[in-house]
Nanobody, 120 residues
Framework: QVQLVESGGGLVQPGGSLRLSCAAS?????????MRWHRQAPGKQREWVAV???????NYADSVKGRFTISRDNAKNAVYLQMNSLKPEDTAVYYC?????????????WGPGTQVTVSS
């Protein structure tokens, strides 16, 4: 089993930046995992934000493309989401997700989320 934990959320003004981190509090993030960030705003469904594959290929939702960057550090068993030019509509709880396709710990793992609030 893997337990993920996000950090780095907080209150930021529009146009500001935040860097979210995702690490494993139990187990570890494997280099074979596909890692995603999702978010859920109040009253809305959870939506996918960004993905990075085991091979380092990235993709982004149109709403964050050009502003957010997902990265991973396999040596540190961590994944990051650099968020720049933040907008009020980016306000949400951000969740880290690991999809492990094989092995005895294969499965889909989620963190509890970290709150990001963009407001003046």
């Amino acid at each position: 089993q893997v337990q993920l934990v996000e950090s780095g959320g907080g209150l930021v003004q529009p146009g500001g930046s935040l860097r979210l981190s995702c690490a494993a509090s139990s187990g570890s993030i494997s280099r074979i995992d596909t890692m995603r960030w999702h978010r859920q705003a109040p009253g809305k469904q959870r939506e996918w934000v960004a993905v990075i594959t085991s091979g380092g290929i990235t993709n982004y939702a149109d709403s964050v493309k050009g502003r957010f960057t997902i990265s991973r550090d396999n040596a540190k068993n961590a994944v990051y989401l650099q968020m720049n030019s933040l907008k009020p509509e980016d306000t949400a709880v951000y969740y880290c997700n690991a999809y492990r396709p094989m092995g005895i710990t294969r499965g889909d793992y989620w963190g509890p989320g970290t709150q990001v609030t963009v407001s003046s």
